[in-house]
């Protein structure tokens, strides 16, 4: 069943225009990579998705849903949740306020995401603030999933973490993937992102230039669209 399904997306930051046609989409239950080097375009997607960024022209469409004109806050109850690059915990807020502050009802509640994360469930009555940086992320990413979401998007969600806990955050993507949950996520670590996506989509100067599956994505894609 399609999920999303994104068309010709162009969009702006005042004047200058930083997509110029951006095309993908998803089914329900799909992992999605979206690639592409640095300022092409994959954090402008995302928040254009989220309406956080308004986009002038193309259409995006969620689980039916046009979000042309759609404030953030009615996207975000729509099924979107988003574990933005920088984790953007609340850092006056406890571990468990974080938590719970955005919570919906459904599946994932504050037991199975201690369940996903146990160092959450150690630090539940401290302030996001005295975390380590692995440990935001982790919040960051049980509060996303404690809103419930059809979609979950996790931009650069291992960037600068210690590769022990990168490897903690890959565990829980693959735990995620394998209980069906639709994510989009944003990545530079190839080998990894290979083992839980199902698709890839790459962006080139704010356009899509390539679309996939990982054992599609030969050294020659790689090296024209993703190299250094």
Not at 60 to 68: T, W
Not at 82 to 87: I, M, N, S, T, Y
Request: aromatic share 6%; proline share 4%; glycine share 10%.
């Amino acid at each position: 069943m399609m999920l999303l399904q994104i068309d010709k997306l162009q969009s702006f930051y005042g004047r200058s225009q930083a997509l110029f046609g951006v095309d993908f989409s998803m089914d329900e239950g799909e992992v999605v990579a979206l690639m592409g080097r640095n300022g092409m375009g994959k954090t402008t997607t995302i928040r254009s998705l989220c309406r956080v960024l308004p986009y002038r022209d193309g259409s995006i469409r969620f689980g039916g849903s046009d979000l042309a004109g759609m404030r953030p806050h009615k996207v975000a109850r729509l099924g979107i949740g988003l574990v933005p690059e920088g984790r953007r915990c609340f850092p006056n807020l406890s571990v468990h306020e974080n938590l719970v502050v955005a919570a919906r009802s459904g599946a994932w509640t504050l037991e199975r995401v201690n369940r996903l994360f146990p160092r959450l469930k150690e630090r539940q009555q401290q302030s996001a603030s005295t975390l380590s940086g692995g440990e935001q992320q982790m919040l960051a990413i049980g509060r996303a999933l404690m809103t419930n979401p059809r979609l979950l998007i996790l931009d650069e969600a291992t960037e600068g973490l210690a590769p022990v806990i990168r490897q903690e955050i890959w565990s829980a993507v693959r735990e995620l993937k394998g209980e069906g949950q639709s994510i989009l996520i944003v990545d530079k670590t190839l080998k990894e992102l290979m083992k839980v996506a199902d698709r890839c989509t790459i962006l080139e100067r704010g356009k899509s230039v390539w679309d996939g599956t990982p054992s599609a994505l030969t050294d020659d894609i790689q090296d024209r669209y993703l190299g250094v």
